[in-house]
């Protein structure tokens, strides 16, 4: 499929791109535990200093990240990391346990019920100023937790940021030999059997692009919550994307990390297998029936919209950090797809075209006014700087300098 892109389209594309820049991001300094305690500390890359025993003080040396878990396990062919990115104040302790003990354990099971596909779990724990010590100890009682139900590896670095995490992650198992990368949110609750549906679709399909589960919001919410799902059911863009809160990527579609641009890790995901030349320029990703999970919704109308504000910046960032030409096939025949009123053959269904038509015309309304927000914003020379979970963009508070923001 051809998709022409005008000089308009590269224009608007360049403006959007220039409306959010990230200062430059740097691999952060990660201390890793293995489940029999050894510890590892330095900056996450290809090597990470390696801390020997106290017997051994003064005696430090580089070693490859393939040592920190047995180099034979670490070579399998068929290998898969589970990565579960948190914080320490998203909840207390003992929830931190009791939920990655839950994943791990659907992670080792799906593993063992897969068969010929080996494993490690990985925590990735975030803390903040004054929280390093609590996320020692913390990490090691997580840790603790996964360890029946496989290998695993905890890992702590200063947040804040998801995609900080994931860059860590994947440059401690750079030089390792590996399939993919299972994504985990740290709120997703699986379905029995859903990660084993999951590795074995991913499997057949060459080990390739990205699986997803059908995510919901989670049993039990308020009302706001439930019809803000309905909704977004409705006005959705893609339904066959994978969400990251739980989904298997190819190694080599993450190599090197997210860029800095990206706050969504699936928008990235999505943005670099979406192939416009293709004849289904989705090919690459798949939603597979029969696995799916819960995640925590928020529950107040505030709350929903403060989440969905933020939803409207993972959109706009990632078509900046898409090629233009896959930009423009997103937003042309997808994100603003659906927008004309569609009329059925009765009164019953003409009347639901025409409140779909005027719910999506209300999120294109508002995607567009976020993305001239950030236009106007690159244009001046202030752009976004940090955009954050559910709390307002901060501004560049200096004028970018010439060929910053492009």
């Given at each position: 499929m051809h998709i022409e892109v005008g000089a308009c389209a590269r224009w608007l594309h360049r403006r959007l791109r220039a409306g959010y820049a990230p200062p430059p991001s740097s691999l952060p300094d990660v201390r890793c535990l293995t489940a029999d305690g050894v510890i590892r500390e330095g900056r996450a890359g290809p090597r990470i200093i390696a801390h020997r025993p106290a017997a051994e003080a003064g005696r430090d040396r580089l070693i490859a990240?393939?040592?920190?878990?047995?180099?034979?396990?670490?070579?399998?062919?068929?290998?898969?990391?589970?990565?579960?990115p948190t914080y320490v104040a998203s909840m207390s302790a003992a929830e931190h346990v009791e939920r990655i003990s839950a994943l791990s354990?659907?992670?080792g099971e799906a593993l063992r019920a897969a068969g010929e596909i080996d494993g490690t779990f990985v925590i990735g724990l975030q803390w903040s100023a004054g929280e390093e010590d609590e996320a020692r100890a913390r990490i090691a009682a997580m840790v603790r937790a996964a360890a029946p139900w496989g290998d695993v590896l905890g890992l702590t670095l200063r947040g804040p940021g998801k995609i900080r995490t994931i860059n860590a992650a994947v440059a401690v198992f750079a030089a390792s030999a590996i399939r993919g990368w299972v994504w985990l949110d740290d709120d997703v609750r699986l379905d029995p059997g859903a990660l084993e549906t999951l590795m074995t679709r991913f499997r057949a399909r060459g080990?390739?692009?990205?699986?997803?589960?059908?995510?919901?919001?989670?049993?039990?919410?308020r009302a706001a919550s439930k019809a803000f799902?309905?909704?977004?059911?409705?006005?959705?863009?893609v339904q066959q994307n994978p969400h990251a809160c739980c989904m298997i990527?190819?190694?080599d579609t993450v190599a090197g990390g997210v860029p800095d641009i990206c706050i969504a890790d699936d928008g990235?995901?999505?943005g670099k297998l979406l192939?416009?030349?293709?004849?289904?320029?989705?090919?690459?990703?798949?939603?597979?029936?029969?696995?799916?999970?819960?995640?925590?919704?928020?529950?107040?109308?505030?709350?929903?919209?403060?989440?969905?504000?933020r939803l409207v910046y993972c959109h706009l960032t990632s078509i900046a950090g898409m090629p233009v030409e896959s930009a423009k096939y997103y937003v042309t025949r997808m994100l603003f797809a659906g927008v004309r009123p569609r009329f059925g053959p009765d009164v019953r269904s003409s009347a639901l075209g025409l409140v779909t038509s005027a719910l999506k015309t209300g999120r294109v309304a508002w995607i567009c006014a976020v993305a001239g927000y950030m236009m106007l914003r690159g244009a001046a020379g202030l752009p976004l700087t940090r955009i954050a979970w559910g709390a307002p963009p901060v501004a560049s508070s200096e004028p970018a300098r010439s060929g910053e923001s492009l």
């Open positions: 990240p393939d040592r920190l878990i047995a180099p034979d396990r670490l070579i399998a062919p068929d290998r898969l990391i589970a990565l579960c354990r659907h992670f080990w390739t692009g990205s699986v997803g589960a059908h995510s919901r919001p989670a049993r039990g919410g799902a309905r909704v977004k059911r409705v006005t959705s863009a990527v190819a190694a990235f995901v999505f192939d416009p030349r293709h004849p289904d320029p989705l090919h690459a990703m798949e939603v597979v029936p029969g696995a799916t999970c819960e995640f925590d919704a928020p529950t107040s109308v505030r709350g929903l919209l403060k989440n969905h504000h």
